[in-house]
């Protein structure tokens, strides 16, 4: 029996198992190989890494696990987690399938993150990650010098406009049909931001004049608005089912229901990264660090944990 089991090799899984490896734990990660960053062609926001590749940063994450003798990665995926509830303490714990067998552990860690719902405009999913982003933190520098396209009516909006005004050049909002709420079209009027009602066509690449990549959002009447980036913002979901196997507490925005240190609902499980959140935060927190941090503490939670049970 691991002393655990984190399943994600992103970096909040990749983090635990440092943590974890640190004070020698036995530990087994799990990884399918489906990153959320997958579609970007550079990682931004990120201390030390800023323009590295998502898939570098996670080379070099391995790299640094690669050090520590008690820790296993395995590129594999997990299909099934359940309670071993056993009446002898050092018994009970988590058993992990996947297609090689079974795996057990007395204390689980989840890091299997979210996956994105784009919205479906035809175009806008072979340009996310590129021109096409939902973070100006992670993509809005790079869109400087360029008009930037904002894509719906929600309350994304407003803040979006907010954050790009100081780098774009100019702003269209394209409710592709939506209706802005009266008090969000005063605060882009208030800004300048140009307003597009006409439901979009679709989206398409284009090389900008300056010989930038940009987007063309062609509008049903034909018409097209030239853009250097265009912000969209997907929905999400749990990328993994073991929230709904476990029966785990979920908050309003479907994350995994977490306190401080990454402890979920059910005793001997933590979470850390894209699919958790604290009531700390009004939703959750994604970026690359903020799902390292969160790893990190999930995992010294974890340990300490181990503590209680003399192990
Ligand atoms: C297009 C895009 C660009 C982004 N750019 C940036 C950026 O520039 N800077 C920034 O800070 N943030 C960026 N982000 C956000 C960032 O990607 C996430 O916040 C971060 O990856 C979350 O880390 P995580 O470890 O929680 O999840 P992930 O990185 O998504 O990792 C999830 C892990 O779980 C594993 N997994 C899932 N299910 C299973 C299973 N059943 N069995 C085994 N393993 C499983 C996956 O294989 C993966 O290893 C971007 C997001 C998107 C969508």
Redesign the pocket.
């Known amino acids: 029996m691991h002393d655990a089991i984190v ?9 635990a198992a440092l943590t974890l490896g640190r004070t020698h734990r036995d530990v087994l990660l ?11 062609d ?5 201390i030390g890494h800023d323009g590295d590749t ?1 898939a570098q940063f ?1 080379a070099a994450a391995r790299r640094d696990v690669a050090r520590y003798a008690t820790v296993s990665v395995r590129d ?4 099934k987690v359940r309670v071993l509830d056993d009446d002898a303490p050092d018994r009970r714990g988590f058993e992990v399938s ?1 297609a090689d067998g079974t795996e057990t552990a007395r204390r689980l860690l989840l ?6 719902e784009l919205p479906p405009t035809p175009g806008v999913a072979e340009l ?2 590129t021109v096409a ?3 100006p ?3 809005g520098h790079e869109y400087a010098g360029t008009r930037v396209g904002i894509l719906g009516a929600g309350p994304h909006v407003g803040h979006v406009a907010g954050l790009m005004a100081r780098i774009a050049t100019g702003l269209t909002v394209l409710t592709d049909g939506g209706e802005l709420t009266e008090e969000l079209r005063a605060v882009l009027d208030a800004r300048g931001v140009e307003v597009v009602t006409e439901p979009v066509a679709r989206v398409e690449p284009h090389t900008l004049r300056d010989g930038g990549a940009g987007a063309r959002v062609v509008l049903d009447g034909g018409t097209a608005v030239e853009v250097g980036g265009l912000m969209v913002a ?1 929905k999400q979901r749990q ?4 929230a709904e196997q476990l029966g785990l507490e979920l908050r309003d925005s479907g994350s995994v229901a977490i306190d401080a240190f990454g402890r979920t609902s059910l005793p001997g499980v933590f979470a ?5 959140h604290s009531a700390d935060f009004p939703t959750a ?8 941090a ?2 990190q503490m999930a995992a010294a939670a974890l340990g300490a944990d181990l503590l209680t049970i003399g192990r």
């Open positions: 399943i994600g090799g992103g970096p909040a899984g990749l983090q799990l990884d399918a190989g489906r990153y959320r960053n997958d579609p970007a550079a990682m931004h926001n990120v998502p996670r594999a995926e997990a299909f996947t890091a299997t993150g979210v996956v994105d996310f990650g982003a939902h973070c933190y992670c993509h997907p990328a993994a089912p073991f850390a990264g894209d699919l958790a927190v994604s970026s690359v660090l903020a799902a390292a969160a790893g």
